[in-house]
C-alpha cells in the first residue's frame, strides 16, 4: 500500500515556495521524514506540509493551487 501525505489544515495548497520558484518535491521524486512537500495557505498566513516518513517515487494527488480540506490526499508515496 502506498504512503499518503495528508493535508493537516484547510485552505489552498502550493507546490512551490514561489511563483517563479520550482516546487517544493519534483513528481517522481524521493523524500526524507521531515522534508517541506507544499505550503497550505490559511487567511494569508503559509503553513509548512512535511512528510512524516521518507518514500520515493512521490506522486502529487493535489494540484498546485487547489482549495483543500484538513485529512485530504496531497500525495502519494512508495
Known amino acids: 500500500m502506498a504512503k499518503q501525505i495528508?493535508?493537516?489544515l484547510p485552505g489552498i495548497f502550493y507546490?512551490?515556495?514561489a511563483p517563479d520558484?520550482?516546487?517544493f518535491v519534483e513528481d517522481g521524486g524521493s523524500v526524507e521524514a521531515g522534508?517541506?512537500?507544499g505550503l497550505v495557505e490559511v487567511m494569508k498566513?503559509?503553513?509548512e506540509?512535511?512528510?512524516e516518513e521518507a518514500g520515493?517515487?512521490?506522486r502529487f494527488v493535489a494540484e498546485n493551487e487547489q482549495p483543500i480540506t484538513v485529512g485530504v490526499v496531497l500525495a502519494e508515496m512508495d
Open 21 to 23: 520558484q520550482p516546487p
Open 15 to 17: 507546490r512551490r515556495p
Open 49 to 51: 506540509v512535511v512528510a
Open 56 to 58: 520515493t517515487n512521490v
Open 45 to 47: 498566513s503559509f503553513h
Open 35 to 37: 522534508t517541506v512537500v
Open 6 to 8: 495528508r493535508s493537516p
